[in-house]
């Protein structure tokens, strides 16, 4: 079955710690996002790549990084210098054109003590 | 900027009444929009989308919206609630570049 996951489900760290979540696709899709979620609130772009070794930042990238060295394989870094780094975090693929959803995975709750 | 606004940030019916989750975009050509539905510690999957076709969408679980280009609005209705339908709903705009979504609508609903 094609799809998208993301591991581990549920992620705990000390302050201080950088920390890498996975997310592969199988879709053949171009495009990767990275989201953070807050409990009540909407979705928000962190980083997002339409090609491989090639991404943007997106409304929220401080503190974060990415790579995409493969079409497959978009980790998200949350690093120590992120404020606030305890969220759900959604990774999703897509076809690039505007009339393509987004397809996503499961999440990942990181928590940061 | 390309946004997508949600009316209504929890709605709440009784099981068998209409669900109607708002959702207006702005922008000044027809974009491509979606319904999302998130469950407690899920992702996203998608209800239905619009891209340009018909302008009333038949999405699963046996949500429809309709598309109304003179109210910039893309509502997401479904006849009778069921118990199994509370969750989060999103509705969000692709523009080619970049997916914009709501800040969402928690649906309860009521036995």
């Known amino acids: 079955d094609g799809g998208i996951t993301q591991s581990p489900k549920y992620l705990f760290r000390k302050e201080g710690q950088n920390v890498t979540l996975s997310c592969e696709q199988n879709?053949?899709?171009?495009?990767m996002y990275w989201y953070r979620q807050d409990p009540g609130q909407g979705l928000r772009l962190i980083y997002y790549s339409q090609i491989v070794n090639d991404f943007q930042k997106g409304d929220i990238a401080e503190g974060y990084s990415v790579s995409r060295e493969k079409k497959e394989s978009f980790p998200l870094t949350v690093t120590s210098a992120q404020k606030n780094p305890t969220a759900f975090y959604l990774c999703?693929?897509?076809?690039?054109?505007?009339?393509?959803?987004?397809?996503f995975g499961p999440g990942t709750r990181l928590t940061v003590t | 900027a390309q946004s997508v606004t949600q009316l209504g940030s929890h709605v709440s019916v009784s099981e068998g009444a209409l669900v109607l989750l708002r959702c207006n975009y702005s922008s000044s050509v027809p974009p491509y929009l979606f319904w999302y539905v998130q469950y407690p510690n899920q992702g996203l999957q998608l209800l239905l989308k619009?891209?340009?076709?018909?302008?009333l969408v038949k999405g699963i679980n046996g949500f429809e919206a309709e598309f109304k280009k003179s109210e910039t609005s893309f509502h997401l209705t479904k006849p009778s609630a069921h118990m199994s339908d509370a969750a989060e709903y999103f509705c969000?705009?692709?523009?080619?570049?970049?997916?914009?979504f709501g800040t969402g609508t928690s649906l309860t609903v009521i036995p």
């Open positions: 969000a705009v692709n523009t080619g570049n970049q997916f914009y």
């Open positions: 619009y891209t340009s076709a018909a302008t």
């Open positions: 879709l053949n899709h171009d495009a």
């Open positions: 999703a693929s897509s076809i690039i054109g505007d009339r393509y959803e987004q397809y």
